[in-house]
Structures are given as structure tokens and as C-alpha cells.
């Protein structure tokens, strides 16, 4: 009986881990930009995926931005200042306390080929696969403000073993 319960186990994970191979989410929030859709703030999630755009959901809504309208994909580290404006005195607190975190910034092309700008505060740890998996799907290079940042990519990468799915 024990055995197998341990194979249908086994099954099982394997089949979850098939399953989410082919998308990664990242915790977010959407920090600034162009995008009036998307709320300020507001905590969420960014899905990376095999299809043909890169989503960001929250409780009541999504947006996305098909992979081949993304121009530029740049990575930087947030400063105390943002961290204060994103959560107030507590963020203040915490960001002196704890590393900087990422911020994601893209630049793609809306319906009328206008240039637009969107940045998300990734709260936890993204791994390389998420970056890699925007820049194979949009055909865009990241692109990192430091090599502090290019570190605490690959830093996140060997902490976060699931990919953060």
C-alpha cells in the first residue's frame, strides 16, 4: 500500500513539474510607467511563458505585452528612496535592513507604435530563467545597470532551484 502511494506521488510531481516547465511567475508590482491599465503598486504577478506575450496579473485584472513588441528588457537594484515610496516608512525600514531588490523595466511599442515605458518591483528573488526566457521569446538582451545587479540575478538563480513557478 505504502508503495504505492509513493509512485502516485512520485507521478504526480513529475507531471507538476511537466506541466509548469514552460512558464515561470515572478512575483511584482507595477511601479511606474506609461501603462494606465495596470494599478500602481499593487501586488501581482509577472508570467513568463512559452506563448507570445508576457503577462502581469493581479486580483482583479491582467495586461500583457505580446514578447515581440518588447524593445528593451533593463534590470536594476531599487534604492532605500523607492523602496520608501513603494511601502512608506515600513519599506524604509525593511530596505535598510534587507539587499536591494529588483526592478524590471521594459520598453515596447503600443498599438500605434508609440515607445512606452513600464517598471515592476520584483519583491523576491527572480531567477536567470525568467530573464532568459523573456529574452529568447522577445529576442531582446537583458540589459543590467551593474554588474552588482548581473550578481543578484545569478545569486537568486542559485537559491531559487524551482524558478519561483
Known amino acids: 500500500m505504502k508503495v504505492k502511494s509513493f509512485i502516485l506521488s512520485i507521478v504526480l510531481i513529475l507531471l507538476s513539474a511537466t506541466a509548469a516547465m514552460g512558464q515561470i511567475n515572478v512575483p511584482a508590482a507595477y511601479f511606474e510607467g506609461a501603462v494606465k491599465e495596470m494599478p500602481l503598486k499593487k501586488p501581482g504577478k509577472l508570467l513568463a511563458n512559452d506563448g507570445e506575450a508576457l503577462e502581469y496579473s493581479w486580483d482583479k485584472g491582467s495586461w500583457k ?40 523595466s521594459l520598453i515596447f511599442t503600443d498599438e500605434q507604435g508609440r515607445n512606452r515605458r513600464c ?5 523576491e528573488a527572480a531567477s536567470l530563467k525568467f530573464f532568459e526566457m523573456i529574452e529568447k521569446k522577445s529576442g531582446r538582451n537583458t540589459i543590467y545597470e551593474s554588474e552588482e545587479a548581473r550578481l543578484a540575478v545569478e545569486e537568486a538563480s ?8
Not at 119 to 123: E, I, N, R
Not at 158 to 165: A, L, W
Open 65 to 104: 505585452v505580446p514578447y515581440s513588441q518588447i524593445k528593451t528588457v533593463y534590470i536594476s537594484l531599487s534604492r532605500q528612496s523607492e523602496l520608501h515610496q513603494v511601502f512608506g516608512l515600513g519599506g524604509y525600514a525593511v530596505g535598510r535592513l534587507k539587499k536591494r531588490k529588483l526592478l524590471l
Open 119 to 123: 517598471v515592476f518591483f520584483l519583491p
Open 158 to 165: 542559485e537559491k531559487t532551484p524551482g524558478d519561483n513557478k
